[in-house]
């Protein structure tokens, strides 16, 4: 038989030869079967199962989420079959489906055992996250993530083993939920009940700040939370706990209150250290200077602490001696260290009343040595208001010029402090210091003598004027007495004549001058009251007293006849 003859084999030897090569595989569809790796090109794994074609698997299927592929050239894998040679002559593999069906199987049996499982969160989705079980990836609700610490931001949580529990399984629709949540709730029953056994009012406990609020702090016991109220962190007050506490620091916490019905606790931190207003007055003195810090304020009020350990306050009122003192934040700022005087050790409300102010010396004290009533000096303004202005006298007092005292002329004064600016210079007069009360009076039209007094000392009461007519009413005739300095006088129409039948305004006529007499002064309106009246009888009295006597018989019209014919 020659060479070639030898090498050629039937078709059914053929047939025979390929069914023994196959029975010693193990490899199935729609099973796992075990392949070695023959190579890795263009991201596409091929794997030899021991079937007449090998498979390919995208390279992948083989890394776990957000991690690369370690497989290599020569390792066995266990794949998923899913059709052996195909219409194209390939087999069709997955090692995505045999890690899944191989993972499900696990997990399931871990659920039905409520055992706990490992996973690995790789993504943060809306509402929670994503963890990868073995190849299997399910979803950690956010809700479920932690009980005993409160997590600012869960991307501290990814590419970290993580122990779960599998709350609900849906292998039909690939669905996994699962829990941290459950794991430390196990945990801290046994913990919590451990600690109730021990624990008792009195009893000093160390705990983890697990929440801060405006009205306290919430601190995890290991098991039970407690609540430290924001007015027993500190024996001085404080505006909010986070001042001083810090999220998830561990802190010691004494138990004040215990009620083991609810499982409630009240703690205190400033219980731990002795209560300082029991020795208040040993180390702090009225009248005696110490050194406060400033914490806050507010319009009325500058809050203080003394010695770190008591509650300070000053009211607005003993900030300044400026008798309208400004804004505390004007004169102090927060945390600035100021020396205060004790005016009051407040027990029951548990602070001390101090002064800024009385730490210097009474200004109006100086005032009085500086300066008199009467006494001219330039200075500048600090405020205006629609009734007046403020000027600084001297440090931390100040004085008020009214807008009636700006001008003689009351009309000119409005016109006068819509012009005024603050910071402008100004002179003033000293009218009246009362140091007792804390006030002075000054003036501006003081620096100039008043006119209607100057016009009166040169024109006593009864004396005799003229003026001219400037206005006619039905009530009377006002006068123009001075031209310059606008001085003013009315006649009531009751003294335009001393014959009642001439009382009449309109036998008067604008711009006619007139005599008469300054009966008295309108000290409101600064307007003299006239007479022509009073000067008639005046000069009655004068005629008769001349011409005739009261034995005579003779009318004041018969003497008046013969003094006009001679």
């Known amino acids: 038989m020659n060479q070639q003859s030898v090498n050629k084999i039937t078709n059914s030897e053929y047939d025979t030869l390929i069914s023994d090569s196959l029975k010693n595989s193990t490899a199935k569809e729609k099973s796992i079967a075990e392949g ?18 090998e498979g390919r698997v995208p390279l992948s299927e083989f890394s776990r989420p957000g991690q690369k592929s370690e497989i290599e050239v020569g390792d066995t894998t266990e794949v998923f079959i899913e059709n052996v040679d195909n219409a194209n002559g390939e087999t069709l593999l ?99 009940s451990e600690l109730l056994k021990n624990i008792k009012e009195g009893s000093v406990i160390e705990g983890k700040v697990k929440n801060i609020t405006d009205y306290g702090a919430f601190i995890d016991l290991g098991g039970i939370d407690g609540l430290v109220h924001v007015t027993d962190i500190s024996w001085t007050k404080i505006n909010n706990p986070s001042d001083i506490l810090e999220l998830n620091s561990t802190i010691k916490v004494k138990v004040l209150k215990f009620d083991e019905e609810l499982s409630r606790l009240s703690l205190g931190i400033k219980q731990l250290s002795e209560n300082p207003w029991e020795k208040v007055s040993e180390k702090i003195k009225i009248n005696e200077k110490i050194l406060g810090k400033v914490v806050s304020m507010n319009d009325n009020n500058v809050h203080i602490v003394i010695e770190n350990e008591y509650d300070g306050v000053i009211s607005i009122n003993e900030m300044s001696w400026l008798k309208k003192p400004p804004h505390p934040s004007k004169i102090v700022n927060i945390n600035d260290e100021i020396e205060v005087l004790p005016l009051e050790i407040d027990e029951e409300r548990k602070r001390v009343n101090c002064s800024l102010k009385q730490m210097k010396e009474n200004p109006w004290n100086k005032l009085k040595d500086k300066f008199n009533i009467n006494d001219t000096f330039e200075t500048e303004i600090v405020n205006i208001v629609d009734f007046g202005i403020f000027v600084k006298v001297i440090d931390e007092i100040d004085g008020m010029v009214h807008i009636s005292d700006l001008s003689w002329d009351e009309k000119e004064s409005a016109n006068i402090i819509s012009n005024l600016k603050k910071g402008e210079k100004i002179k003033v007069k000293i009218l009246d210091i009362n140091a007792d009360k804390e006030r002075i009076s000054l003036g501006v039209k003081h620096l100039q003598n008043d006119p209607v007094q100057d016009f009166i000392d040169a024109n006593p009461l009864n004396s005799k004027v003229t003026g001219k007519i400037v206005n006619i009413d039905e009530k009377g005739l006002k006068i123009e007495l001075d031209n310059d300095k606008q001085i003013f006088g009315f006649i009531k129409k009751s003294n335009l004549s001393n014959d009642k039948n001439e009382n009449k305004t309109d036998r008067f006529a604008l711009d006619e001058k007139v005599d008469s007499v300054i009966l008295s002064i309108e000290t409101k309106s600064r307007t003299l009251n006239l007479s022509i009246k009073e000067l008639e009888i005046r000069d009655e009295k004068e005629a008769l007293n001349k011409y005739g006597s009261s034995t005579s018989g003779a009318s004041l019209g018969d003497i008046l006849g013969s003094v006009l014919k001679k």
């Open 94 to 192: 997955s090692r995505e489906k045999a890690v899944k069906q191989k993972a499900w199987q696990d997990l399931q049996i871990n659920f039905n055992e409520n055992k706990v499982v490992t996973g690995i969160p790789f993504n943060r989705v809306k509402g929670g996250m994503s963890v990868d079980l073995n190849g299997v990836v399910a979803f950690l609700p956010g809700s479920q993530i932690e009980t005993r610490q409160i997590i600012k931001d869960t991307k501290e949580l990814l590419n970290k083993p993580l122990e779960l529990m599998i709350l609900k399984m849906d292998k039909y629709r690939g669905n996994i939920v699962v829990s941290r949540k459950a794991i430390t709730e196990n945990e801290l029953k046994e913990q919590r």
């Open 36 to 53: 070695k790796v023959i190579s890795i090109e263009n991201d596409i794994v091929t794997i030899d199962v021991g079937l007449k074609s």
